[in-house]
């Protein structure tokens, strides 16, 4: 699936490093290599863990306005394993109803670290197109029951909290006389209750310990997905295949040969982000030298660009011709 989003639509969230990389390659490559060579990083293709993490997300979807009993979920897995892939593909993909606004039947949110509670409220009064661009301790209580009420009206169903584990204080940080009682958690377990939304918790392995985070809010979210590392094995073929498939654009057949599937699983150790951007720089570069198909001095050149010529790793796919 390819999907462009506006950078300034509030319901999605980019990171600096995605950022700089997009503007890089902005200068870098013609207007033909951007529109074949970047689609690939939007690409989702499906393997069994992300099926299963898949379908409970649908599951709490549909459950969580229609039982009193709140339904949560933690997404676990290192950096770059696919969790905010996930996240976002299963928020483009819910279909039109009219039972929520388009685009807010699952909204996403980045936690960033040293998080707190009028944070979390103004981002989400943004998503749903309020101007209040900072929420003071005074006004958290008459900004809460405006977003409560935004929550309802445009039919809300799952809220996804990226980089949740963002959410744990920081050591030796105490709270304000001002935040007792109300922590982004317990502001989080307010939204479960009173506005009946699914909420999905997803970050790296220190979310294993949720119920340290917060008790009463783990007794909420009591189911657990964990996106890992690839092996090198049938599902790092299949998701080769994967996107060979999807590229309907551009051949990149060369990722099925052996050796360069096993090369460039030690390249990335199995991590998605890493093949991922990779394999758009395969797609540029190739797309750029006029060339009908994707070689293995594509590849190379890419690795280049990618780790720097300075790099300590020495170029597993060969020197790079002059």
């Given at each position: ?73 933690r997404l676990i897995g290192s950096s770059g394993t696919g969790k905010t892939s996930l996240l976002k593909y299963f928020q483009r993909s819910l279909p039109k109803s009219s039972l929520f606004a388009e685009g807010l039947g699952a909204i996403y949110v980045r936690v960033p670290m040293n998080v707190s509670t009028p944070y979390l409220v103004s981002r989400l009064l943004r998503i749903y197109g309020y101007p ?191």
């Amino acid at each position: 699936m390819t999907t462009v989003c506006d950078d300034d639509d509030d319901r999605f969230e980019f990171s600096s490093e995605d950022r700089e990389m997009e503007a890089r390659r902005l200068k870098m490559y013609s207007d033909k290599a951007l529109k074949i060579g970047l689609p690939v990083d939007q690409m989702f293709i499906n393997h069994p863990a992300f099926s299963d993490a898949l379908a409970a997300l649908d599951r709490i979807f549909q459950l969580s306005t229609k039982v009193d009993m709140p339904h949560g979920m933690r997404l676990i897995g290192s950096s770059g394993t696919g969790k905010t892939s996930l996240l976002k593909y299963f928020q483009r993909s819910l279909p039109k109803s009219s039972l929520f606004a388009e685009g807010l039947g699952a909204i996403y949110v980045r936690v960033p670290m040293n998080v707190s509670t009028p944070y979390l409220v103004s981002r989400l009064l943004r998503i749903y197109g309020y101007p209040f661009r900072r929420v003071t301790w005074d006004a958290m209580e008459q900004r809460i029951t405006v977003l409560l009420e935004a929550i309802r009206q445009k039919g809300t169903q799952l809220i996804m909290f990226d980089e949740a584990h963002n959410l744990a204080p920081m050591p030796g940080r105490k709270k304000s006389s001002q935040e007792e009682g109300t922590s982004p958690t317990d502001f989080i377990r307010l939204l479960m209750d009173e506005a009946l939304i699914g909420t999905v918790f997803s970050g790296i392995n220190a979310l294993e310990g949720f119920a340290e985070l917060d008790q009463a809010l783990a007794s909420r979210v009591v189911g657990c997905h964990r996106l890992d590392l690839f092996k090198y094995d049938a599902t790092w073929i299949g998701l080769l295949r994967g996107f060979v498939q999807q590229s309907n654009q551009f051949d990149i057949h060369v990722l099925l040969e052996k050796e360069v599937s096993l090369k460039l699983f030690k390249v990335t150790e199995g991590n998605l982000r890493s093949l991922k951007r990779l394999l758009t720089e395969i797609v540029l570069v190739a797309v750029d030298s006029g060339a009908a198909k994707a070689e293995i001095f594509h590849i190379q050149k890419a690795y280049s660009l990618i780790y720097g010529a300075a790099s300590l790793k020495e170029n597993p796919f060969g020197p790079v011709s002059a």
